[in-house]
């Protein structure tokens, strides 16, 4: 009797697609390879080249065979841990992990993906090399800062998706979304701009208020004039330019959140904000242009707080919902009056969430966006009335001559920004008439 002989299955692998998938996953994998070989580990070049490779041929096979090669994997790791142990040293178990990522990431190549197999060891590989850093920076995190960090992946990811969707209340007023949205954009531009700050910030007393400045203007105000009153007037110049350089980090910082929030409102406004801008800086150019050659002043860095702990956050969400519900109620009953005077109020306690606000409302249709940009500039200016009046508390003369001169002249420009606006409107409006006819 003939013996029955069973045929195995057989698939046809289209080559070249194959040979490229393997050829992906051995580059990423000799990639990793070379930074764990750089560092004399045990397991380097070729091991995690062979890694790559056996997760890139799993995952050609299906799912079972992937699932087989990720254990393959993960069993190399074992006797490297123990080799490692045996010769008094601790377990490898970032080059134990990295294997593992190598295999998955082999595995992906496998199954015809490029893009995210090749980040995910771009990443890999970088967090591999920067390892010094990265232990310099986390030792170098104060307690204050981890908290405040974590406060702000809280705000993202634990509350932002909790809130209900839409607008809530009996007349429709709010949109918790949206108000915390801006909530967390207004404490990922201020907790930014504090790295920034505490990196850069032994620069100069310029570059320090400039940072100063995105995250509170005034409070940078406040420590020019404390400065002031402690040197007797000597920090006075200083003191001159890095109020200036705050006010004008102030008015870029509003009017990025107005872009980012309501970006036809911020057409409308942009030519006031850079005038404003220009403005600030030319009072600085011609301070230093005049101070060339007289010495310096010994200056030391502004000691800014932590940006956001939770007291602050919650005080921007609640500021910035009052705002809003205010300025909502204060338009349906006095029209744009109405909301100019909310505005002017905001302004004098927060111009950034005064600006948030006014384009909440543009973009919810309450306001129109022309009244949104000329609101946040009206903000921009408010605050700028309210850093005057604590340099007034230095009683030196000539900086509050000065500086009273200089924020006249930036509110000014403002203004004529806003009549600029008025007057090219039209034109603009007919050239688009035109060639849309």
């Known amino acids: 009797m003939t013996p029955t002989i069973t045929a195995l299955p057989n698939a046809e692998w289209p080559y070249l697609e194959i040979l490229i998938r393997l050829a992906l996953a051995l580059s990423l994998g000799l990639l990793l390879g070379l930074e764990r070989e750089r560092r004399g580990k045990e397991a380097g ?3 995690f080249g062979f890694i790559a490779l056996l997760g890139a041929l799993g995952g050609s096979l299906g799912e079972h065979y992937a699932l087989m090669s990720l254990l393959m994997a993960a069993g190399l790791a074992v006797p490297l841990n123990v080799h490692t142990m045996r010769g008094g040293h601790g377990p490898e178990l970032t080059t134990s992990a990295a294997m593992l990522v190598t295999c998955m990431s082999g595995i992906l190549c496998g199954l015809g993906h490029t893009v995210t197999p090749a980040a995910v060891m771009v990443s890999t590989t970088a967090l591999l090399a920067w390892k010094e850093r990265l232990s310099g920076l986390s030792m170098g995190l104060t307690e204050g800062e981890v908290r405040s960090a974590l ?15 839409g607008a809530v209340g009996p007349w429709h007023l709010i949109e918790p979304r949206a108000a915390w949205v801006t909530v967390i954009l207004i404490a990922s531009i201020g907790f930014v701009n504090y790295i920034l700050w505490k990196l850069y910030g032994s620069k100069g007393s310029e570059l320090s208020a400039f940072f100063g400045g995105l995250v509170n203007s005034n409070f940078t105000v406040v420590e020019m004039a404390a400065r002031v009153r402690e040197t007797q007037g000597r920090f006075a110049e200083g003191a001159y330019r890095a109020v200036l350089v705050a006010v004008a980090a ?3 910082r509003n009017a990025t ?25 030319g009072f600085v150019v011609l301070s230093l242009l005049m101070r060339r050659g007289i010495a310096a002043e010994d200056t030391s860095d502004i000691k800014l707080e932590l940006p956001f702990s939770l007291p602050v956050a919650l005080r921007y969400g609640l500021l910035f919902l009052g705002l809003h519900i205010v300025g909502r109620l204060m338009q349906r009953e006095f029209g744009e009056g109405g909301f100019y005077l909310v505005t002017v109020i905001g302004g004098l306690l927060s111009s950034a969430s005064a600006v948030a606000a006014a384009a909440s409302m543009a973009g919810q249709g309450a306001i129109s966006f022309d009244v949104a940009g000329n609101g946040a500039v009206l903000a921009s200016m408010t605050s700028l009335a309210f850093s005057l009046s604590f340099i007034l508390r230095t009683r030196h003369r000539r900086l509050i001559v000065r500086l009273a001169l200089a924020m006249v002249a930036i509110g000014v420009l403002g203004g004529l920004g806003l009549l600029l606006r008025d007057l090219v409107e039209p034109w603009v409006t007919a050239l688009m008439a035109r060639g849309s006819g």
């Open 250 to 252: 102030m008015v870029m």
């Open 45 to 47: 070049l070729r091991t």
């Open 151 to 165: 406060l702000l992946a809280i705000l993202a990811i634990v509350i932002y998706p909790a809130l209900p969707a």
């Open 257 to 281: 959140l107005l872009l980012i929030l309501a970006p036809v409102a911020f057409v409308n406004a942009a030519a006031a904000f850079a005038l404003m801008v220009l403005g600030a800086a």
